[in-house]
């Protein structure tokens, strides 16, 4: 029998996720918020993994109670999700995935792109997810990466903070609405390089985006986080004195400014 793999979160996402775990034969142990890491973990003292699948705001809180006999076995998933995320908890390259399917209360998935895997316990999920016919790839190294986590910071930041001026989904914004589009980008990338202490390419950044649009031309711009998404977005440019004139002007048109 394969060593159970603990589940972190019980949303919507977690569900595709263990689903497919079930399918590749792996036993299960969710956490849920009520539940004590720490006495769960007095229990599991060895999982095979421990897929951490809460939202990108509870994501510190969980990570600071880990036991240390988890760390090595965790696996990340989060929207909006950087290097610096894990290694202030010291994590030293974790299992992680940039998730490239969406998932809504009543609906089943839907695919956008393949979903870029890296980490020990990147075919765990590669095969569960394979079970439900949802495509993804191994990156070879941490670099290539940190690029597929920009890219899909980029996509997720700039389709929900310029679907706040425009709505609509994220082909009418390319198409209809480019130029807005890439003045968020740019205030976007702006906040990327500087949390990654590094310049991205923007032209493949750009590029991959227009893939991912590509993927599912209907898929709405604006989701119920938007409005929290630019506010944290803000509140780090400001803190870190950040030229982003154009999420500036949309916050100030939403009232936020």
């Known amino acids: 029998m394969k060593n159970p793999i603990v589940v972190i979160g019980i949303g919507e996402m977690s569900g595709v996720f263990t689903r497919g775990l079930l399918r590749a034969g792996y036993p299960l142990f969710p956490i849920t918020r009520e539940m004590?890491?720490?006495?769960?973990?007095?229990?599991?003292?060895?999982?095979?993994?421990?897929?951490?699948?809460?939202?990108?705001?509870?994501?510190?809180p969980v990570l600071e109670q880990l036991p240390e006999s988890w760390k090595s076995k965790v696996a990340l998933l989060q929207?909006?999700?950087?290097?610096?995320?894990?290694?202030?908890?010291?994590?030293?390259?974790?299992?992680?995935?940039?998730?490239?399917?969406?998932?809504?209360?009543?609906?089943?998935f839907k695919v956008l792109v393949p979903s870029p895997i890296i980490g020990p316990k990147a075919d765990i999920l590669k095969t569960a997810l394979e079970t439900l016919s949802i495509p993804s790839w191994v990156v070879k190294d941490y670099n290539e990466m940190l690029f597929e986590l920009v890219r899909k910071n980029l996509y997720i930041l700039t389709t929900n903070i310029a679907g706040l001026e425009v709505g609509?989904?994220?082909?009418?914004?390319?198409?209809?609405?480019?130029?807005?589009?890439?003045?968020?980008?740019?205030?976007v990338l702006t906040i990327q390089n500087h949390l990654t202490a590094q310049e991205h390419d923007r032209e493949r950044l750009i590029e991959a985006m227009v893939e991912a649009i590509n993927g599912v031309l209907t898929h709405n711009c604006m989701g119920r986080s938007a409005p929290a998404r630019l506010s944290r977005a803000l509140q780090y440019a400001q803190k870190n004195s950040l030229q982003v004139n154009e999420l500036e002007r949309i916050a100030a048109q939403q009232g936020n400014g």
Not at 171 to 185: C, F, G, P, T, Y
């Open 168 to 187: 609509g989904n994220v082909d009418s914004l390319w198409h209809d609405n480019r130029e807005l589009a890439l003045k968020v980008m740019d205030d």
């Open 79 to 108: 929207n909006e999700l950087l290097p610096g995320d894990w290694q202030k908890h010291h994590l030293i390259e974790p299992t992680v995935i940039s998730v490239w399917f969406e998932k809504k209360k009543g609906q089943d």
């Open 36 to 60: 004590d890491i720490s006495e769960v973990a007095q229990q599991l003292t060895q999982p095979e993994m421990v897929l951490v699948a809460v939202g990108e705001t509870d994501l510190d």
